[in-house]
């Protein structure tokens, strides 16, 4: 009787494992290199999520970039995509790295400006954009909206990227260390401030970083491509080593899912975005950034789900 009763209780207790952990639910953020700002965040919020949502974990994923997060949600691999506006606008009118066909994208929250880093460093002789003709440019990974948004900036520069340079793909750890090398003459990064591999850069004894000006051209990107681009400024001491404000190019980036998520937890979401971005900004100061007036439909660039509307209008959040 005893063995019965152990053996009962025994398979009582795994079908009760068994079912709380067929309640627990996974979400995964695609975010990006290890070097850059998407993937810290990427794991700051999955730690919220984790804490406030209860039976759901989450966890970062290291890709290529907003190209290949936006891929992954669009199939239904991933749940959550950290991604630019202008790969987003590109994903659902499938132009672009995503002719194969128009992706179910939709908006969660606008996050924060990503910069375009020209970077290169003293010795290379180029103190323009003009001057990369002819040299070893790295334009981003495979999969990354930084090779769209880099293509695009030499193209307004009146250059060819592939006639008129040697160019490589890497990320922007892997640019670091080629730069480092003299592998490369100056690499194409696009991030937020500061970026950690470029403040590794910036910090290297020996190595001057200079950033190349960019917003000169800001105007013809904006003609064919739309209001998605605007001139900034990557303010001087952003980066060890860096003397001057740097006229660069931004993009906004948002938090995308499949239009199929369920709103309850889109709009869940949302509010922990929102919400926690002082606890997210622990993980990396971006975070703040994360503001409610910046919740509008013209700098997410694309619809946004039903589930962020939801909160947006519980909470008087204007966005048109």
Known sequence: MKRLLALTAGVAVAFSVAAAVAQTKQLSITTGGTGGVYYP??????????????????????????????????????????????????????TDKF???????????????NHMHVVTID??????????????????????????FAFRVIEAA???????MKRERLGVAESVNAIKDKKID?????GGLPTAAVTDLGATPGVKIRLIDIAQNVDKMVAKYGKIYSATVIPKGTYGGQETDNKNVAVWNIMAVNASMPADLAYQLTKLML????????????????????????KAGVPFHPGALKYFAEKGI???
Not at 99 to 113: D, E, F, H, N, R
Not at 123 to 148: L, M, N
Not at 158 to 164: N, R
């Open 41 to 94: 965040l990427g794991g700051g919020f999955a730690s919220i999520i984790g804490k406030n949502i209860p039976n759901t974990t989450a966890a970062a994923e290291v890709t290529g970039g907003s190209v290949a997060n936006l891929q992954l949600i669009g199939s239904g691999r991933a749940d959550i995509a950290f991604a630019q506006v202008d790969a987003s606008w590109d994903a659902i009118n499938g």
């Open 186 to 190: 100056a690499f194409f990064w696009v």
């Open 318 to 320: 204007k966005v048109d």
């Open 275 to 298: 919400e926690k971005r002082e606890e997210l900004a622990l993980t990396h100061k971006e975070a703040l950034n994360i503001k409610v007036e910046n919740q509008t439909q013209a």
């Open 99 to 113: 002719t194969s066909g128009k992706l179910p994208i939709q908006a969660l929250t606008v996050m924060y400006p």
């Open 123 to 148: 010795g290379t002789g180029i103190t323009k954009i003009e001057d990369i003709k002819g040299k070893r440019v790295s334009t981003g990974s495979p999969g990354s909206a930084t090779e769209v």
């Open 158 to 164: 009146g250059l060819d990227k592939d006639k008129d």
